[in-house]
């Protein structure tokens, strides 16, 4: 079964900082790149970072760059997305998700996990 398991979300103050996991199963991790998305009630799924297994290519969107890191550990089949100089305005459920590694970002995914809430207090 194909399983993407998101971990490590809860409450955190701004201007701190939280790892969030994503532990992949069921599915040649190495053959995939791995994204992470967020949404906050009432917006559309936000793109955060992706990045290739293979090889550790990786991309940020704006609103995150300099801030998060997306890392693999290709041994555990898991990707991480440390989250450094938190803001109220990343409160959101982030989810994590496989696609094709063709391209960054993916310009589809096929697995999608259940996703994990992130919340920034001011």
């Known amino acids: 079964e194909v399983q993407l398991v998101e971990s490590g979300g809860g409450l955190v103050q701004a201007g701190g900082s939280l790892r969030l996991s994503c532990a992949a199963s069921?599915?040649?991790?190495?053959?995939?790149?791995i994204g992470w998305f967020r949404q906050a009630p009432g917006k559309p799924r936000e793109g955060v970072s992706c990045?290739?297994?293979?090889?550790?290519?990786?991309y940020y969107y704006d609103s995150v760059r300099g801030r998060f890191t997306i890392s693999t550990d290709n041994a555990k089949n898991t990707v991480y997305l440390q989250m450094n100089s938190l803001k109220p305005e990343d409160t959101a459920v982030y989810y994590c998700?496989?696609?094709?590694?063709?391209?960054?970002?993916?310009?589809?995914?096929?697995?999608w996990g259940q996703g994990t809430q992130v919340t920034v207090s001011s």
């Open positions: 069921g599915f040649d991790f190495d053959d995939y790149a």
């Open positions: 990045i290739t297994s293979s090889d550790g290519s990786t």
């Open positions: 998700a496989a696609g094709p590694p063709t391209e960054l970002p993916p310009p589809y995914y096929d697995y």
